[in-house]
């Protein structure tokens, strides 16, 4: 069983930055492609940006290009999200995904493709 935890959000105001961690458990981390999520009230869950297992490739939905960075640590089974410029429609609770199967194809933003979910973590952003 793989439980993702997420940590790092918080209230900001708009243009501020915040770094989202996420630890996920298992011994082969390095095999599991990871994405972040997020899902604003009234939404749908959408794709934010996912790393693949070794960390080469990384990919975001266009609405962060430029603002967001993924990145992550296999020897410390972590997956960052570091966010800046920040915007008021940033505002969502930011879930990690863990694909651990192999179900997941480039560019990973397929979210009915992860195995497992972290309980979110809120991110605000004041205007």
């Known amino acids: 069983q793989v439980r993702p935890v997420e940590s790092g959000g918080g209230l900001v105001q708009a243009g501020g930055s915040l770094r989202l961690s996420c630890v996920a458990s298992g011994r082969t981390f390095g095999s599991y492609a990871m994405g972040w999520f997020r899902q604003a009230p009234g939404k749908e869950r959408e794709f934010v940006a996912s790393a693949s297992p070794n960390g080469g490739r990384a990919y975001y939905v266009d609405s962060v290009k430029g603002r967001f960075t993924i990145s992550r640590d296999n020897a410390e089974n972590t997956v960052y999200l570091q966010m800046i410029s920040l915007k008021p429609e940033d505002t969502a609770a930011y879930y990690c995904?863990?694909?651990?199967?192999?179900?997941?194809?480039?560019?990973?933003?397929?979210?009915?493709?992860?195995?497992?979910w972290g309980q979110g973590t809120q991110v605000t952003v004041s205007a």
């Open positions: 995904a863990v694909c651990v199967i192999g179900r997941c194809t480039v560019p990973y933003q397929n979210k009915g493709t992860y195995d497992y």
